[in-house]
């Protein structure tokens, strides 16, 4: 489960194994998400976006999946290196709102 | 080289101090917006514009102002009546096309109080 306080959810992965990054969005009328990479003292990179009339978008090495029965993304790192070690948080927009909320994040550490 | 610009990348306060961070793009995108980041949180919206001249308060603006006065430049102030301004500052474009669009970030400013 989630971490309180300053603590972020982490996981901890060994390098060349696959990564599973989750996501629980609030709203069922939100329609398009993205996921960003925040490597330490930087500021977020976009990776990949889905839109809700999709389940499932490639990009390289990385797959986003949208499950709107439950609410629920996920982010799917292929071969994960050490270069991958962020957080990673994903954003969503509701109803065509151009704002978006943004989740906490999740800590991936890829070891060595 | 395309992309946010945001200075400086570190900025001390003292009390009573107004201090200015400086957001500039050239990525010719005509929303831009100032996050908030504090440890194990989510980005929280200050302001945002969507156009030259017009911007709107976000989720959090007390204690911080802006200005428009450029497509490329949209400069945040952290006023003194912001009593816990320590924080990772961000600032993002965007098309604006009036819909959901992909947010480009600066390296952000860490802002810090003597």
């Known amino acids: 489960g989630e971490s309180v306080g300053l603590h972020l959810p982490t996981l901890s992965v060994q390098e060349g194994d696959n990564s599973i990054i989750n996501c629980a969005y609030s709203?069922?009328?939100?329609?398009?998400f993205i996921w960003y990479k925040q490597e330490s003292g930087k500021g977020p990179q976009f990776i990949i976006d889905?839109?809700?009339?999709?389940d499932k978008r490639q990009g390289q090495r990385v797959t986003v999946l949208l499950n709107k029965t439950v609410k629920h993304l996920s982010l799917q790192i292929a071969a994960t290196q050490p270069g991958d070690s962020a957080v990673y948080f994903c954003a969503e927009f509701r109803g065509g709102s151009y704002i978006p909320t943004f989740g906490r994040g999740t800590s991936l550490i890829v070891h060595p | 080289d395309g992309g946010i610009t945001q200075s400086p990348k570190y900025l001390f306060r003292k009390e009573g101090q107004n201090v200015t961070l400086s957001c500039e793009q050239n990525?010719?995108?005509?929303?831009m917006y100032w996050y908030r980041q504090d440890p194990g949180q989510g980005l929280r919206l200050i302001y945002y514009s969507q156009i030259v001249n017009d911007f709107q308060k976000g989720d959090i603006a007390e204690g911080y102002s802006v200005s428009r006065e450029k497509k490329e430049s949209f400069p945040l102030t952290v006023t003194s009546a912001q009593k816990n301004p320590t924080a990772f500052y961000l600032c993002?474009?965007?098309?604006?096309?009036?819909?959901?669009?992909?947010?480009?970030f600066g390296a952000g400013t860490r802002l810090s109080v003597l």
């Open positions: 889905i839109r809700s009339n999709m």
């Open positions: 990525l010719n995108h005509d929303a």
């Open positions: 993002a474009s965007s098309l604006g096309l009036g819909g959901p669009d992909i947010q480009y």
């Open positions: 709203n069922s009328a939100s329609d398009y």
